[in-house]
């Protein structure tokens, strides 16, 4: 209830009461309900004096002071009022007397109650559906469950909810399940707006996150309750939960409502509630929406006589129910552009749902466009430590089309973090990513599949010249699949990890009618965690004598562990088969993966669990397990790979390998000669619906004294430059993108770059870029600001190394063009001229008689501050003057803050 507040003069300071009466019954018990004195400050609590009335006893105020007195916190039961979007709703009112003092209040509205939600379930492609499917086989069904506010701040989390014992919980129940069947549910609605939990009555609890929870079932029944942790009082809020259900073929009844029904919680609800879904029909001005509308879900009603009753927010007349029967009739008012909406209801009550119709501005000269809605399915979980990470396939649900009429458009998407797919051809840069018309069972490019192209190195891609045909529906969902990203950019924006969202946002051109939009795809989270124990079952982080060891691999999410392909298994762990269709999740390595269509989707190896044992003694032996340890995992199998960074081979088992705890295990020699030793298993099997864990058995074998480092995570990660997939940074142990260091060994980049290329050249130039550090090694990322920079590897690993960069003149005329090319974000300045002719006279005087080819010139200096030290260098790289020309360079350094400039000597000639 809203509060009740009065200015108060009291003329005596006499106790007296205060009774509230409601028109309603007063909900109990009373946590949090008060009536305040300002001043002097004080606080009295209610006693039940009827079933809809308080009392506060004892209250004084201060004579001859005037004072404020405030009644808060009151709770009340609307739930017996029939309800509902009438054009004269009930009203929720109160009255206040006192008894003893001359205070009295007429009747006052405190409340309108009004629907606080709807329901509604879709299937993978958006349809509404009234009851899920299960299918006859173990393919999984893909469904999502929507929860949407009726009006704003009807969902609240516990904070906003007065003196509550929890926040809004969204309940969902699915009954008639059989035996053998199987439910789970994705636990996250968006960033943290609303959280799946262990119970809906009782405190907030979270369940262990993973991309979907397995969901016990008693007696054909399931339930999930999530929690509302965010919210927006100000404007319509949507909580969506994926669920996945498999078993024998039949129609399981999924409901929804708000939660819990005890009587000991603030707040608290009934238990009835319709599953009611959301029926969007979106349109352009001046397009006339459908003539009519059957809603399906009305027909459970049976053949009982009833009507629609609907309830406009708007003056335009544009939805209407013939009735009787589950009818609605559109008319063809020209609406202005806009949203409108309606609340529909069968009379007698029982049955209602929300009609929302989307009308755009219509596209000057252009035929009605079909018109999208970017961002269905559930975030898929992307390991913070990866740099080439899967994603789900993205929905773009599409409506009102002509049947007949063509598409042809142009899809631009830009992400928060790198776009890692593989690149098929570097000339045009086409990438392995894929938007699919449909989901053919054998799509063909150019037709119904197109191939994204990159257009930047950081997060920027395209889907050109996209035409297809609208089918006689006037309906079709496009699928975005093949997508890879970096974890680990997201990872290491912050200290620590806080499950940053990975970000899509969608543009289109054409004759598609796709609003910008923005969602999430990912949710970047921590894949792996590791931990060494020894032979008394201590947790180590070094190998501190000879002797027998466990290491300990544990996923951080159900999905982190993955085999290659669907085909993959410990038998043949090579094995790969087509996955499709592109809306099936497969919970591999692998995406949509046709083998007709080449290496499109195809991982190059399933996850790799990989452990580094540095500083042994040269004369150490090492010996691990090449499977699991019996003990570790139920349904997790992995296997000991000979390299690391190349396909899957079974490593010998050692004749000669010792006792592992006492017993004989088939083990294998890590090669003596390898420091650090690095040891790789690969993933044949998991099981994506549990969080899992497998250990290894290592044995050291040293007579001089052992005292060596472990790590372990993901790989591949020694040379992540290597086009691997997946691949990963091992490990992330801090959730920097830069590892920290000293003042002595921190990376540092310098010097501003000047490249002059001839005019009208056709031709690409390489150039080279020196990382410098002063003995560290470190991870670097560089990216381009201009289209005429171009990093072809913009990851990598640099000890004192370099790495590659091109200029492309195509389109440009001669001048000098400036960008910021930035690595691991500092800003290094790059100056590409292309010169006229005039411009290629060198005029400068020869550095000697002895040498009249060589020429001068001089640069203009940047420095990287680093301490209290300034390093200065000047990069003049691999360009050609006219031809051609080597380029040599000084690189000074002031420790007294002052900047020193460095010649380059241009020797003409040939080109090296």
Known sequence: MGDLQFACNSNSSVPFDVTVTLSVPVATPFAGATLQVSSPSASYTPVLDGPNRVRFTGVSLPAGTPTTL??????????????????????????????????????????????????????????????????????????????????????????????????????????????????AVAPLSGPSAARLIAAESGPYSEVPFSPFVPLPISNGTATAVWEVLADDPTRLETYGFGLIASGPSVSAAVTGRLGPVDQTSLPRFVASAALAPVDYFPRRFGQPPPASFVLPYFSDIGTSQFELRVVLDSPYQWLTAPGPGPTLQFSDAPLPPGRYTAYVETLPGGHATWIVLNVLPALPGAATPLLCAPGGGVPSVIRAEGMAEPVSAIQIACSGGVPGSFVTTTISGSLNTYFASRILDEVTSRSETLLTIGDPAAPTPGVNEFS????????????????????????????????RVEGNYLAGLGDSFSDPNVELSLTATGNLGMPATKFPIGIVQPGVEFDVRNAAGEFVNRITTPGSYVLRFREGSATAFRRLNVATSVDNPSAVADQGPVSNQFFTESMNFRASRGISGLATQGTRLQAAIRALPRSSRVFVTVSPLSSSSRTAHARLTRNELEPFSAAPISNSAPLFLGSALPMAEVAGSTFPHIVSWEVLGSNPFQVEQVEFGLVVSEADGTDGAITGSFGPSQQPQLLTYPRFLAPVTTGRRTPSCSSSDCPYFEGSLWILQAPNSPDRR?????????????????????????????????????????????????????????INETAIPVVFQIPGPQALTVHASPISSSAPNQRTIQLTATHHVNASRFDVINILVNSALDGGGAVSGQRCRSRGGAVRSARSRIERGDRQ
């Not at 257009?455 to 010249?465: A, C, K, L, M, S």
């Not at 005429?788 to 690993?797: D, N, Q, R, S």
């Open 452 to 483: 994204a192209v990159r257009t930047d190195f950081f997060g920027r891609f395209e889907f050109r010249n996209v035409t297809f045909q609208v089918p006689s529906s006037g309906s079709v969902t496009l699928w975005i699949s093949n997508l």
């Open 766 to 822: 390489r150039h080279s870029y020196f990382l410098r550090t002063r003995g560290a090694t470190f991870r670097y990322h560089a990216r381009s600001d201009a289209a005429w920079l171009i990093i072809p590897e913009p990851i990598g690993v640099a000890p004192n190394s370099s790495f590659t960069f091109i200029t492309d003149p195509a389109g440009l005329a001669p001048g000098v063009y400036r960008t910021t090319m930035r």
């Open 70 to 183: 405030r009644i808060t916190g009151l709770r009340a039961n609307i739930s017996g009022l029939p309800y509902s979007l009438a054009a004269t709703p009930p009203v929720v009112s109160a009255s206040v007397a006192a008894v003893g003092y001359p205070l009295a209040a007429p009747q006052v509205p405190v409340g309108y109650p009004s629907p606080s939600y709807t329901v509604a379930l879709r299937t993978a492609n958006g349809t509404p559906a009234t009851v899920l499917n299960l299918a006859a086989s173990t393919t999984e069904r893909s469904h999502e469950l929507v929860f949407r506010e009726s009006f704003p701040s009807a969902f609240q989390t516990r904070a906003r909810e007065a003196n509550a014992t929890q926040g809004t919980r969204l309940v969902a129940q699915f009954t008639n399940l059989p035996p053998g069947a199987a439910i």
